[in-house]
C-alpha cells in the first residue's frame, strides 16, 4: 500500500477568503486522488503535509446543481453490497435497503458533492482497495487524548473510547492523556487561539503505535493547523501508518462565539459521527454517495448535522467484512451509547433497526 495519508479538513487560503459560514467543515476521502500512492482527504484547502494531496475548498458562489448523485442509474442492490449468500437470515436482511434507509438529496451549493464529484465506493470496490486488515494480532482501536477532554465541552474521552468500541465491534482502549504543554512538537498562535501542528502531531504518534493497534486516533480540544500557509485543520491521518489527529474544537459555539451554548447532546452527536467517520476511513470505507449514510462527506457544519450517525447498508456491509459482527447486537449496543449520550433520534433508530432485523423470517 503507498502511503495513504488523510488529510482532515482544512484549511483555509487566507484570511482574506474566508468567508465567515462556511469554514467549519471536517473531511473526507476523496476516491480518485490516488495519483501518487496517497489518498487524502481534506475539507478545504490543499494541506501542507508532505505527500498529502489535499482538495481545494471552493467559494460557495455557484449555483446549486439539481443533481441526484444516487443510487446510481442501472445500479442495482447487488451490485452496491454484493454477494451476501452464506449469510444466515438476519445478517443477510442487515445489509438490505430496508426502510430505514434514506437516499441522497439533491446536491446543494456548498455540498461536499458540489466540490467533490465522488462515484462512491461499492462493496466490490471496498473489498478491492488497499487497506490496513483487522488481523487476529491487530485489532485494538487506541484513543489518544491530548490535552483535557472535559464533561462539560463535549464527550469525555470513555464516552468516545465506549462509543468507538460499539461501532466498529472491536477492542479499544485509552493510552495516557498526553498534556499540550509536554509536546516536543510545532505550534503557534492564530487569530489568538493556540494551534498545533497536525503533522508534527501525527510525526509523534506514529513513533508509539502499540503492537496490537489496528489504529491510534488523537482526539483534542486543540486547533489544529497542517503548515503555515492554512488557517487550521480539522484533523490529518495516516491510513497506512494507522494514525490520525482530529480536533472538536471547531465544533462548539463558543468556539466562533464566546458564550454561545449547545445543547451538550448536539455537541456528543457531532463528535461521536465525527470520530466514526474518520475512524471509518482507516478501515477504507470511502465517502458514501448511494445512501444517506455517516460516511457521507460534509462541506460545512450544517450538512454535518443534516447527516445521520449510522452507517448504510453499504458501508455497514463493508465494516462486517472488516471486522465481522453481529449486526443486531451492535444496533442493541449503539443504542446503549445513544440514549446515555442524550442522542434519542438515534437510539430509537437504533431500536427500530434491532427489531426489523429480529422479525427476519
Ligand atoms: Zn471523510
Ligand atoms: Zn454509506
Not at 91 to 104: E, N, S, T, V, Y
Not at 181 to 197: E, F, K, P, S, Y
Amino acid at each position: 500500500m503507498g502511503s495513504h495519508c488523510l488529510a482532515v479538513a482544512t484549511a483555509i487560503a487566507g484570511p482574506e477568503s474566508l468567508p465567515s459560514g462556511n469554514l467549519r467543515t471536517r473531511s473526507g476521502v476523496r476516491l480518485g486522488v490516488r495519483a501518487c500512492g496517497i489518498l487524502a482527504i481534506a475539507l478545504c484547502l490543499a494541506c501542507s503535509e508532505p505527500g498529502a494531496v489535499t482538495d481545494a475548498m471552493v467559494p460557495q458562489t455557484s449555483a446549486a446543481p439539481t443533481t441526484t448523485p444516487t443510487p446510481p442509474a442501472g445500479v442495482h442492490h447487488h451490485g452496491l453490497v454484493g454477494d451476501l449468500d452464506g449469510l444466515d437470515a438476519s445478517h443477510r436482511r442487515a445489509f438490505l435497503i430496508g426502510p430505514h434507509f434514506d437516499p441522497m438529496p439533491p446536491v446543494q451549493a456548498g455540498d461536499w458533492l458540489e466540490h467533490h464529484p465522488e462515484p462512491g465506493q461499492t462493496v466490490a470496490q471496498f473489498v478491492a482497495s488497499d487497506h490496513n486488515a483487522v488481523t487476529p494480532d491487530r485489532r485494538t482501536i487506541y484513543l489518544q487524548p491530548i490535552g483535557p477532554l472535559p464533561h462539560d465541552r463535549g464527550p469525555t474521552i470513555d464516552e468516545l473510547t465506549e462509543h468507538a468500541g460499539r461501532y466498529f465491534g472491536l477492542p479499544t482502549a485509552i493510552l495516557p492523556a498526553k498534556r499540550v504543554a509536554d509536546l516536543d512538537i510545532a505550534r503557534r498562535r492564530h487569530d489568538g487561539v493556540v494551534q498545533l501542528h497536525a503533522g508534527d502531531v501525527l510525526d509523534e504518534l506514529e513513533t508509539q503505535v502499540p503492537a496490537d493497534a489496528y489504529c491510534v486516533i488523537a482526539l483534542t480540544l486543540q486547533d489544529l493547523y497542517p503548515g503555515d500557509d492554512y488557517n487550521y485543520v480539522f484533523g490529518l491521518a495516516r491510513l497506512e501508518a494507522r494514525v490520525g489527529v482530529f480536533s472538536f474544537a471547531r465544533y462548539h459555539p463558543d468556539f466562533f462565539e464566546p458564550g454561545a451554548t449547545i445543547a451538550r447532546s448536539e455537541i456528543m452527536r457531532r463528535a461521536f459521527k465525527v470520530m466514526t467517520h474518520e475512524i471509518g476511513h482507516m478501515f477504507g470505507l470511502e465517502h458514501c454517495t448511494f445512501f444517506r449514510c455517516n460516511m457521507n462527506g460534509s462541506n460545512n457544519l450544517s450538512e454535518l448535522d443534516d447527516e445521520p450517525a449510522h452507517l448504510c447498508p453499504v458501508c455497514l456491509r463493508k465494516l462486517h467484512l472488516a471486522v465481522g459482527f453481529d449486526p443486531r447486537a451492535r444496533y442493541d449496543a449503539l443504542v446503549e451509547s445513544y440514549s446515555r449520550a442524550g442522542m434519542f433520534e438515534e437510539t430509537e433508530w437504533a431500536l427500530q433497526r434491532s427489531a426489523w432485523l429480529d422479525a427476519a423470517p
